[in-house]
């Protein structure tokens, strides 16, 4: 599953840039992987919920992984890179019940180390994918990575088709039950502070400090380097949020998180050569490594099972918002700025709020 998102990551915004020289067109067409799981997680969470299954939603993923990636990898244009992306995010909006299905096999109040064991090994399916983006590049062409991407994608299918799931009671959809969610601060304060978090990472990590080492001299090998390396740190994260959580207060864990957010851009803003664009990454990774699985895991420890998948819908929604204007936003900066200014004043504002967020996070004791 996550080598099919990712195996093309490092240098999807450089293929981008080749099909148009305009970083505003580049940030929208990157923008789409965040738009649609925004659009999509609610209306996927409430529906697995009201039939009470997980799988059939996730094995539909896995398709739509494939079909995504064949249509970027033989895009004659940049407006099919555009509709491909569109549909990799289709796709990952099923991330929603395979962390729900994941999460029912251990107690609701560890929900956090749950979320932290899974994310981590999805940031190390991750981590081997982007490792191979470079070498197949260099050996087929942009394209390569692609196809095998959409090869991922089957396969996973094929290996989850014969796994049986336990049907769960359906909960049938309730506007007020929705209401009620979007009212509870437990579960609003981490997914709106999970958001800036995703914002940052997807406006630089997955955005536009690809570019930037382009532009001070990094061949595509060295850009599936700079992610490798930056989803190894996330994993060193998650093994850290899956291990201290119980000894480190979460609200502790997760201004660390945006102290390092704030850190890294700062560091991309001032970068002379492309041991600093090194660095950033190291600092964005450890901040996502840690903040993404405890925001995660607190979005959803309070709720009851039944209702579950709608909560980490709701959260996974409204954190995809981030995803999405997070490269829209930081192109249209970029654009008429220049990239250093972009990522300055992404540093000021994700640093400010996140800063700010946590002490509501405090003050609710989650």
Same mark, same amino acid.
């Given at each position: 599953?996550?080598?099919?998102?990712?195996?093309?990551?490092?240098?999807?915004?450089?293929?981008?840039?080749?099909?148009?020289?305009?970083?505003?067109?580049?940030?929208?067409?990157?923008?789409?992987?965040?738009?649609?799981?925004?659009?999509?997680? #609610? =209306? &996927?969470?409430? @529906?697995?919920?009201?039939?009470?299954?997980?799988?059939?939603?996730?094995? $539909?993923?896995? /398709? +739509? !992984?494939?079909?995504?990636?064949?249509?970027?990898?033989?895009?004659?244009?940049?407006?099919?890179?555009?509709?491909?992306?569109?549909?990799?995010?289709?796709?990952?909006?099923?991330? #929603? =019940? &395979?962390?729900? @299905?994941?999460?029912?096999?251990?107690?609701?109040?560890?929900?956090?180390? $749950?979320?932290? /064991? +899974? !994310?981590?090994?999805?940031?190390?399916?991750?981590?081997?994918?982007?490792?191979?983006?470079?070498?197949?590049?260099?050996?087929?062409?942009?394209?390569?990575?692609?196809?095998?991407?959409?090869?991922?994608?089957?396969?996973?299918?094929?290996?989850?088709?014969?796994?049986?799931?336990?049907?769960?009671?359906? /909960?049938?959809?309730?506007?007020?039950?929705?209401?009620?969610?979007?009212?509870?601060?437990?579960?609003?304060?981490?997914?709106?502070?999970?958001?800036?978090?995703?914002?940052?990472?997807?406006?630089?990590?997955?955005?536009?400090?690809?570019?930037?080492?382009?532009?001070?001299?990094?061949?595509?090998?060295?850009?599936?380097?700079?992610?490798?390396?930056?989803?190894?740190?996330?994993?060193?994260?998650?093994?850290?949020?899956?291990?201290?959580?119980?000894?480190?207060?979460?609200?502790?864990?997760?201004?660390?998180?945006?102290?390092?957010?704030?850190?890294?851009?700062?560091?991309?803003?001032?970068?002379?050569?492309?041991?600093?664009?090194?660095?950033?990454?190291?600092?964005?990774?450890?901040?996502?490594?840690?903040?993404?699985?405890?925001?995660?895991?607190?979005?959803?420890?309070?709720?009851?099972?039944?209702?579950?998948?709608?909560?980490?819908?709701?959260?996974?929604?409204?954190?995809?918002?981030?995803?999405?204007?997070?490269?829209?936003?930081?192109?249209?900066?970029?654009?008429?700025?220049?990239?250093?200014?972009?990522?300055?004043?992404?540093?000021?504002?994700?640093?400010?709020?996140?800063?700010?967020?946590?002490?509501?996070?405090?003050?609710?004791?989650?």
């Amino acid at each position: 599953y996550w080598v099919s998102l990712y195996l093309y990551a490092p240098t999807l915004p450089t293929y981008v840039a080749s099909k148009t020289d305009n970083l505003a067109m580049v940030g929208v067409v990157l923008s789409m992987y965040g738009l649609w799981q925004a659009v999509t997680r #609610v =209306p &996927l969470g409430i @529906l697995s919920d009201w039939v009470g299954r997980r799988k059939p939603f996730i094995l $539909a993923g896995f /398709l +739509l !992984t494939g079909l995504g990636a064949w249509m970027m990898g033989a895009a004659p244009n940049v407006t099919w890179i555009l509709l491909g992306r569109a549909v990799t995010g289709l796709a990952a909006s099923t991330w #929603v =019940p &395979l962390v729900v @299905l994941f999460s029912g096999l251990f107690t609701p109040r560890e929900a956090v180390r $749950a979320s932290a /064991l +899974l !994310t981590m090994v999805a940031s190390f399916a991750r981590m081997i994918a982007t490792g191979l983006t470079g070498t197949l590049n260099q050996t087929g062409g942009y394209a390569l990575a692609f196809y095998l991407a959409a090869g991922a994608g089957i396969a996973a299918f094929l290996i989850l088709v014969p796994i049986h799931e336990d049907r769960r009671t359906p /909960l049938a959809p309730s506007v007020k039950g929705f209401l009620v969610l979007l009212g509870r601060r437990d579960v609003m304060v981490p997914s709106l502070l999970s958001l800036i978090g995703q914002y940052a990472n997807w406006g630089a990590t997955f955005g536009f400090i690809p570019i930037l080492a382009k532009q001070l001299g990094a061949t595509d090998v060295l850009q599936s380097a700079l992610v490798s390396l930056n989803i190894a740190v996330v994993t060193v994260g998650n093994l850290l949020a899956g291990t201290i959580t119980k000894k480190v207060p979460a609200q502790r864990l997760v201004l660390i998180s945006f102290v390092l957010i704030g850190l890294g851009l700062v560091g991309a803003t001032w970068a002379p050569s492309l041991g600093w664009i090194f660095a950033v990454q190291v600092c964005l990774g450890l901040a996502q490594g840690i903040g993404y699985p405890v925001l995660m895991g607190l979005s959803i420890r309070e709720v009851d099972d039944v209702e579950r998948a709608t909560a980490m819908g709701l959260h996974q929604a409204i954190y995809a918002v981030g995803m999405f204007a997070g490269p829209a936003l930081s192109g249209t900066i970029a654009s008429a700025l220049g990239l250093r200014p972009m990522f300055a004043l992404t540093a000021a504002a994700c640093l400010a709020l996140g800063l700010v967020g946590t002490r509501f996070l405090k003050a609710e004791g989650v």
